[in-house]
Each structure stands twice: as structure tokens, then as C-alpha cells.
């Protein structure tokens, strides 16, 4: 699980990606082709961390299906 309890609930792209495994590249086309949860905050990009573990269950694939 990405969350844990010491975690703040918002974090930037850079700890995002890395809690991910992804460059931040990557989470930027994502987050552009609308495929991956964010909030914004004024100019800010923020990653909820709850959230992007809900999107992640919820995207995974079985590898017979």
C-alpha cells in the first residue's frame, strides 16, 4: 500500500512518481491524458495519495483477463 499514516495526503509530482515507480514524465502524461487523479491548488498540482492507491486497485488487470 502507497498510504500510511505518517504520510501527508497530498504530496508534489516529484514523491508522487517515486511512490509510484514512474518518472515524473510519466506521471505527467498521465495527469495530461487525464488518466490518473489529481487536485488542484491555485497554480498546484497536488497527487492524493488515497486516492491514487484507489486508482491503482481499481486499474489492475488479471493476466488471464
Known amino acids: 500500500m502507497l498510504f500510511e499514516e505518517n504520510q501527508p495526503l497530498l504530496v508534489n509530482a516529484a514523491t508522487a ?11 505527467w502524461q498521465l495527469k495530461k491524458d487525464g488518466n490518473i487523479p489529481y487536485v488542484k491548488i491555485g497554480k498546484l498540482t497536488k497527487y ?18
Not at 512518481?17 to 506521471?27: F, T, V
Not at 486497485?57 to 483477463?65: P, V
Open 48 to 65: 492524493h495519495i488515497p486516492t491514487i492507491q484507489i486508482w491503482i486497485d481499481e486499474n489492475t488487470q488479471n493476466g488471464g483477463n
Open 17 to 27: 512518481a517515486k511512490l509510484l515507480g514512474i518518472s515524473e514524465r510519466n506521471l
